[in-house]
């Protein structure tokens, strides 16, 4: 290229040369032609990197920003990894993702998702399809129940990062010194709360999440199947909420707080409460994600080495413990201009490498199942075996395209029960009537 510009330019300059122009043009023209040659066969500059934007829950952020950002980035030159810290509450984080997807472009490449977004976030068509990305045996290495909540309609549209399964934490040195074994039921949390509470052992008994968002619908599945009752059967859509094992578990919740074990706020406690409160001593049990437990274990804890964790309890007359089945995962916002860049984050976030150091960090709940049994995850946490097991008959949230909506009645009436303002009986009978004439109005628009 350079020979040939060399080649027009000099038979050019003989042909002006020939017109006798000034000497000053004419050095003026030698110049510019230098100049030329130096910009055409200088390399082309190089393109900026993309950046790749996703948004989670400030308390997620972390982990992500203590290495897997500086090793993605370090590893991919080209990509930045942009994360937008949002509010505490998920249902506000699904809010603005929404917000985004409805208004058009959306502002996020990648989307961070809880395990009950995906049904309305793929209905809604606002995904990329990762069927074709991903093999049936490279699925095969994260758990049964991550893998099917990551799909709709049989196609895939997220890449589990981190499970979750809701657990009952206690203070075991406490229980220890009275003599209590650990609680099999609801009614042993009661007693034993009451029992530590009458010793001045602790203020509180019992925490759990009760404020009027997502983490309440989560806390009180557990509660229903402790109870042996259920919320929405995904296959016939039958509503049991105003079934008298829905009614129960209601009492028992309503009952924690009249009787003092549970503190009358806790109907405003979000999970970040619940931690603060028991990480302070204050309070013998409580529900909440493996994610307290290296928070809880830190050096400057009050409770460090003092707590078990533990599946959620039953009640005296349910069959089995019901732990939430919570999680997250990575999926491809269907307008972003960076698709493949997206998909090579989230290759190298969910490699079993990457993954192991971030389960090690968090102490999050492992999608990938080969890291339960891992000889240097269970040296730092030796109850993940036992999660294994708790993940594995982990409680849904119903799988269904109207969650949000079903989400979001559940959770206004269960309020309005736990804060006096209706009656359990007229906040489940209005809790089920709503649920049935939504799933109806679903039925409807299909057929
Ligand atoms: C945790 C769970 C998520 C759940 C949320 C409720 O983040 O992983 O599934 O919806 O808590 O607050």
Not at 73 to 84: F, S
Not at 119 to 144: Q, Y
Not at 269 to 279: G, H, K
Not at 310 to 331: F, H, I, K, N, T
Request: glycine letters at 6%; one cysteine or more.
């Amino acid at each position: 290229m350079r020979s040939t510009i060399i080649c027009c330019l000099s038979s050019s300059l003989m042909q002006i040369s020939k017109l006798w122009i000034k000497p000053l043009q004419f050095l003026a023209i030698v110049a510019l032609g230098l100049l030329a040659i130096v910009f055409i066969s200088a390399p082309a500059p190089t393109q900026p990197p993309v950046t790749l934007k996703l948004l989670m829950t400030a308390p997620d952020v972390p982990p992500w920003t203590k290495f897997m950002v500086k090793q993605f980035e370090a590893e991919h030159p080209n990509i930045r990894l942009q994360i937008v810290e949002g509010p505490n509450q998920v249902n506000l984080l699904e809010d603005m993702y929404t917000t985004a997807f409805l208004l058009g472009d959306s502002p996020y490449d990648l989307v961070n998702m809880d395990v009950i977004w995906i049904s309305k976030f793929a209905a809604a068509g606002w995904l990329m399809d990762l069927t074709d990305e991903v093999t049936e045996a490279e699925l095969a290495a994260f758990s049964p129940a991550d893998v099917e909540g990551s799909k709709y309609a049989g196609r895939l549209y997220r890449l589990p990062v981190r499970s979750d399964a809701g657990m009952l934490y206690y203070r075991k040195d406490l229980l220890d010194a009275a003599g209590f074994d650990p609680p099999q039921t609801f009614e042993d949390i009661e007693r034993i709360s009451q029992a530590l509470q009458a010793q001045k052992a602790v203020r509180w008994g019992y925490l759990w999440q009760g404020k009027q968002y997502e983490g309440a619908a989560a806390m009180f599945v557990e509660v229903l199947k402790g109870f042996g009752g259920f919320w929405v059967n995904p296959d016939t859509l039958e509503v049991g909420l105003d079934r008298p094992e829905a009614l129960q578990a209601v009492e028992f919740l309503k009952g924690t707080i009249a009787q003092g074990i549970s503190p009358p706020g806790v109907t405003t406690y979000v999970e970040e409460d619940t931690r603060r409160i028991f990480q302070n001593g204050e309070a013998a049990f409580m529900r909440n994600w493996p994610y307290a437990w290296p928070l809880m274990n830190a050096e400057n804890s009050p409770v460090r080495g003092k707590i078990e964790i533990m599946p959620m309890v039953r009640s005296q007359s349910g069959q089995a413990s019901g732990s939430c089945l919570g999680g997250w995962g990575l999926g491809i916002a269907k307008t972003s201009k960076h698709q493949q860049e997206a998909l090579e984050a989230i290759r190298f976030i969910t490699s079993p490498a990457i993954q192991k150091q971030f389960i090690l960090e968090a102490g999050y709940v492992p999608s990938r199942r080969e890291l339960f049994t891992n000889a240097d995850v269970v040296a730092r946490y030796d109850h993940y075996p036992e999660l294994l097991k708790v993940v594995d008959t982990a409680v849904l949230r119903p799988p269904i395209a109207q969650y949000a909506q079903a989400s979001d009645i559940l959770q206004r009436y269960l309020s309005a029960a736990l804060t006096n303002q209706q009656s359990p009986e007229a906040a489940m009978q209005g809790a089920a009537g709503e649920t049935r004439r939504l799933l109806e109005a679903g039925r409807a628009k299909r057929a």
